[in-house]
């Protein structure tokens, strides 16, 4: 089965620094990855996804992220943040079991932005 | 905005109780996947719909149950509410069983007094 790690529980940085949000995931065949942002009781919203090709992927909100299958990564990185980052990010990578798309999400990484 | 809507958004209910939260999923969106999210974690998957059948299960016990319906909408029923039962359950649709993209709801807060 499929396992995801998000090797920090809380992220604080400072107004227009540079973040990065670290995910491994255990080594499968071939994966989908994907991170998810979670505002305060909010639902989740999909940030950016890796199902092949180029391994620098961009999202939305000026964020984007890097797939090396060497080092079983998916690590999430903006330049330059905004108060309104502030939010609980997931990874997640793809599990087909039994036919259906099972979801399997790290623990989440709580960004928090100080000005 | 995802198109996923669920209701309601809070509920509390009494240990024993049984409860149904429901999701109305994006039009010809023909699956959809329910998960629990207790407090400080990170979603569980716990099953799957497609085309009206359960297709797909996570480790959750038979107390979980589900249904879709042909309009894109569904419900997940628990029985004998537990107090490990309090979490956000969300609900997600997707195009297909193997869908490579999940358009997730705003989530039921479910409280078991």
């Known amino acids: 089965a499929q396992s995801v790690t998000q090797l920090d529980s809380q992220v604080p940085v400072f107004e227009e620094a540079p973040v990065e949000l670290r995910c491994n995931y255990s080594s499968s065949v071939s994966v989908y990855l994907f991170w998810y942002v979670q505002y305060p009781n909010q639902g989740l919203q999909l940030l950016l996804k890796y199902l092949s090709g180029s391994t620098l992927v961009k999202g939305i909100n000026g964020f984007e992220a890097e797939f090396n299958k060497s080092q079983t990564s998916f690590h999430l990185r903006k330049p330059s943040v905004h108060i309104s980052d502030t939010a609980e990010y997931f990874c997640a990578v793809s599990d087909l079991a039994q036919g259906a798309q099972k979801l399997v999400f790290g623990q989440g990484t709580r960004l928090t932005i100080n000005p | 905005e995802t198109g996923v809507t669920q209701s309601p958004t809070h509920l509390i209910k009494t240990r024993g109780q049984q409860v149904t939260l429901r999701c109305s999923s994006q039009?010809?969106?023909?699956?959809v996947s329910w998960y629990q999210q207790a407090l400080g974690q990170g979603p569980q998957f716990i099953f799957q719909?497609?085309?009206?059948?359960?297709?797909g299960r996570g480790n959750f016990p038979p107390r979980f149950s589900g249904l879709q319906f042909p309009n894109y909408s569904s419900e997940l029923n628990v029985n004998a509410l537990e107090l490990d039962d309090s979490a956000l359950y969300l609900c997600?649709?997707?195009?297909?069983?193997?869908?490579?993209?999940?358009?997730f709801g705003q989530g039921t807060r479910l409280t078991v007094v």
């Open positions: 997600a649709s997707l195009i297909g069983p193997v869908g490579t993209e999940a358009f």
């Open positions: 719909y497609y085309r009206e059948e359960e297709n």
């Open positions: 039009s010809g969106h023909n699956t």
